[in-house]
């Protein structure tokens, strides 16, 4: 990279998957203003004018919108579209081609293992083999398959039910099920899906517990809440949050075994996948705590206090202008 030479990084997603892209956009704002503090452009780019292409010279090339990315100065990050099958291939595609030309992406593969932060049934399979409380659940296979799997599944698991899709983040398509004939009707819709969808029993009065890590070092735990009768503890679905830096929450839960037990396992998991950024999710309440899910540099990290802040992006600029030294 040439000194001195400006880095981009560029988030690609599949915009019509979202509402309203400007209201992502915006929540990203604080991405592009601490990034522009280090030399850094952020930006998003849309899935759909993403192409790869050969030239007359027979060079091949990311283009966007038709213009060449100098994919020498770039770092990537690109999100698995999951309710467009074109989309999510596409997607892939892009991710091969990128780890093929060497380009650095920020949510590269954990543990070896590529595009797994899309897939909840491998993760919870990576840390239960790390020794991670799982949930029991069942994958719900496709089409006519789907409703008999859930009454075998609920014949050995009574009562409430969350479903899933195995790919998707924000807390999108999270059903509540309130018994195996709502279970039911739920999966015949499901069935008629594009959506690979798993089920859980409903674990009664839980939050969830962030691990997030940067550089190798536990750089904060968030809290997410859900309110009132709501089980979704996402921000964007109506949940609420709290952040701690790791020296707070060790003075907080130093003799909680709940919580030490959850921070131990996410630093053997974290050191275990092999990247660089990782977010390590648990469920629990009263009776136990669950690995519920992972993810690298898709995190939000939107709302953090200032000091924990200022270190995420301290160590994620290090890394994107660090792979091109």
């Not at 990084?9 to 522009?36: G, K, P």
Request: one cysteine or more; hydrophobic letters at 40%.
């Amino acid at each position: 990279m040439e000194k001195g030479k400006q880095m981009n990084l560029y988030w690609i997603v599949a915009r019509e998957e979202y509402d309203n892209v400007e209201d992502i956009e915006r929540s990203y704002a604080q991405f592009t203003l601490e990034f522009e503090k280090r030399d850094i452009a952020f930006s998003f780019l849309a899935l759909e004018d993403c192409i790869v292409t050969t030239h007359p010279n027979c060079e091949m090339n990311l283009t966007y919108k038709g213009n060449v990315l100098d994919e020498s100065n770039s770092t990537f990050i690109i999100s698995q579209a999951n309710l467009n099958a074109q989309a999510r291939s596409i997607a892939s595609t892009l991710r091969h081609y990128l780890r093929a030309k060497g380009a650095r992406l920020l949510n590269g593969s954990i543990a070896g293992i590529e595009a797994l932060e899309w897939n909840k049934v491998a993760q919870m399979t990576l840390a239960s083999v790390h020794g991670a409380p799982v949930l029991p659940f069942t994958m719900l296979g496709y089409h006519r398959h789907v409703v008999p799997a859930i009454q075998r599944f609920a014949s050995n698991y009574s009562g409430e039910y969350i479903f899933k899709p195995t790919g998707t983040g924000m807390g999108f398509g999270v059903i509540k099920s309130f018994n195996l004939q709502h279970a039911v009707s739920t999966g015949n819709l499901i069935s008629a899906s594009s959506v690979e969808y798993f089920m859980t029993p409903y674990l009664a009065g839980a939050r969830d517990v962030r691990f997030f890590f940067i550089a190798n070092k536990l750089a904060f735990i968030k809290f997410r809440i859900p309110l009132g009768n709501g089980y979704i503890g996402n921000v964007a679905s109506g949940g609420e949050q709290f952040t701690l830096s790791e020296s707070e929450f060790l003075e907080q839960y130093d003799n909680e075994s709940y919580f030490q037990q959850m921070r131990h396992l996410s630093i053997n998991i974290a050191a275990k996948s092999g990247c660089t950024t990782l977010a390590v999710d648990w469920l629990m309440n009263e009776s136990g705590f669950y690995f519920n899910e992972m993810s690298t540099a898709e995190t939000d990290l939107t709302t953090l206090p200032d000091e924990i802040r200022t270190e995420v992006f301290d160590h994620l600029a290090k890394t994107v202008h660090g792979y091109y030294e």
